[in-house]
């Protein structure tokens, strides 16, 4: 498996878990806009290498969500809480994971694909 395609189905996996963990203890349009984004990555999973520009806009929101991650004060809030409960533990790894990581790969595996294209 390439680090592109791992680093989407980690986001998917990260993502799908923390929405499903966070189901009635957030607003329900922040439960909506993950899953959908969920749907966007696993449709674009199967497209990426069909449909060019999807790794571009990947790549875009790949940024986008580092940033806006960065800037929430729920998301550093909720990193300030690691360690007091193993669900708020969990939900924590689970955003590091889908908000940091997982983005941060696959923004490293474009670079790394187009490094590789212009040698050749």
Do not use: C, Q, W
């Not at 993502?15 to 993950?34: A, E, N, R």
């Not at 986008?64 to 550093?76: A, K, T, Y």
């Not at 809030?77 to 360690?83: D, M, R, T």
């Amino acid at each position: 498996m390439d680090l592109t395609r791992f680093s989407l189905i980690l986001t998917i996996i990260s993502l799908t878990l923390g929405g499903f963990l966070l189901l009635d203890k957030v607003p329900i349009f922040l439960s909506i806009g993950t899953f959908s984004i969920v749907v966007i990555l696993i449709v674009s999973l199967f497209l990426i290498d069909k449909i060019t520009i999807i790794k571009y806009i990947l790549l875009i929101l790949a940024i986008l969500g580092i940033i806006v991650s960065s800037l929430s004060n729920p998301h550093i809030k909720a990193l300030e809480e690691i360690g007091k409960t193993l669900y708020i533990s969990t939900l924590d790894v689970l955003m590091v994971l889908g908000f940091y990581v997982g983005p941060t790969l696959y923004i490293i595996s474009i670079i790394k694909e187009n490094l590789k294209r212009r040698r050749y």
